[in-house]
């Protein structure tokens, strides 16, 4: 039988809350299922408000609105990174400005932050790849040197820690991704997590066409009107539906995906030690969420012929990104601030295998048995 790289686990109310939906017959956003999320977010995150959006895109471009991004202002970020990262600023007419990454986390390299700012810097943008945190102490601590704002991609972040603090709580601003391939899932969805309360009022008003209805809706002003830039950004009752019956799971998800991860971690161990591919490590002080198990194989050649291993197996393992900088839009739109050894290593070398919370154990070892004729 084949096995996807990944698929939603629908194990709690998902079809109890989407028929209460649908028989209700209030299908647009911000009704009772909206706001229940919303809730949700803000008790386990700690943020002051959290807003759901219609994905981890739109609320990555309600943070290029919400900080102001002007023609030509530079905002940090790691190369290998989703494309959403670096539009969110370039459809403001910023320029992404890519570092490199760390070869143990593929999170950017916090040592090589302060070599790109410039006078025309004005945010940072850490992206905690594979759900596992950037160096956020060291990030915090540069910017608030230079008087940057720190806005966080935590898409793949949900329901992991740095010191023992939620990743998506770090910067003023943060964007979350409930895409089918993520760990809790609404289909496509996304949240935006307000930490600086200087956005909240502002927040609600981008996400709302750039009006100051869920002002008028709390009784705070007597019509509603246009006050601001702003776009279409929140999500149907259907997705905010789904989403609270995943989020009620999410916790069993997460450690259900941080257990399999472990069991890769442990079976793929020889693979390092034969020196063909290098698996992550984990800083003592992060708490990772078991998002993607990666391996970054030595060339894009043992990658192929490992990909090429695990699909005779009906093993459905994946490649993710192309790194930014060197990308057509990323060439015309954004700039690079540092060689991009490791960003480019791992452009061509990694793959990711298969891994979702209900996935069957023996994928794992067969796996492993598929690899070791590599
Ligand atoms: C790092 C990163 N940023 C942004 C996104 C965009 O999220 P979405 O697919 O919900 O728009 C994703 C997910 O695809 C992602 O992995």
Redesign the pocket.
């Known amino acids: 039988m084949s096995v996807p790289y990944y698929e939603p686990t629908l194990a709690g109310r998902e079809r109890e809350y989407l028929d209460e939906v649908l028989s209700a017959k209030q299908l647009a956003g911000d009704g009772k299922f909206t706001k229940a999320c919303h809730a949700w977010l803000e008790e386990k995150t700690g943020a002051v408000r959290a807003l759901l959006t219609h ?4 609320a ?1 471009d309600m943070i290029g609105l919400l900080l102001e991004i002007e023609p030509g202002d530079e905002v940090i970020m790691p190369s290998y ?2 494309v ?2 670096a539009n969110a600023i370039a459809l403001r007419g910023g320029v992404p400005v890519f570092v490199d990454i760390r070869a143990d986390t593929l999170n950017i390299d916090e040592n090589l932050i302060e070599q790109a700012i410039t006078p025309r810097t004005r945010a940072i943008m850490p ?1 905690h790849y594979a759900g596992v945190g950037c160096e956020m102490d060291a990030i915090m601590t540069l910017a608030a040197k230079h008087g940057l704002a720190v806005a966080e ?1 935590a ?2 972040g949900f329901g992991a820690f740095y010191r023992g603090k939620a990743l998506g709580t770090f910067g003023a601003l943060s ?1 979350l ?3 089918a ?1 993520k760990n809790v899932v609404a289909g ?3 949240a935006l997590l307000v930490n600086d309360p200087a956005y909240r009022l502002r927040a609600e008003i981008v996400r709302e066409k750039g009006t100051n209805r869920s002002q008028f809706f709390r009784g705070e002003v007597d019509k509603y009107t246009w006050v601001d830039l702003g776009s279409s950004f929140l999500p149907s009752e259907i997705t905010a539906a789904l989403l609270l019956a995943q989020l009620e799971q999410a916790e069993a998800i997460n450690q259900r995906r941080v257990a399999l991860w472990g069991r890769y971690h442990e079976a793929l161990r020889p693979l390092e030690a034969r020196g063909l591919a290098r698996r992550a490590e984990i800083p003592q002080h992060c708490a990772h969420n078991g998002h993607i198990y990666w391996l970054v194989f030595e060339s894009g050649e043992l990658r192929a012929r490992a990909r090429d291993l695990l699909v005779a197996q009906g093993i459905m393992a994946s490649a993710h990104y192309a790194p930014l900088h060197s990308s057509p839009a990323g060439q015309r739109l954004g700039r690079a601030a540092s060689a991009m050894k490791v960003a480019d290593h791992v452009g061509e070398g990694l793959l990711r295998m298969p891994l979702y919370a209900h996935m069957p154990d023996d994928v794992i070892e067969r796996t492993a048995a598929a690899l070791a004729a590599l």
């Open positions: 994905s981890g895109t739109g990555l990174t989703f959403s990262t992206v991609d898409a793949q964007a991704s409930f895409h391939s496509e969805g996304g």
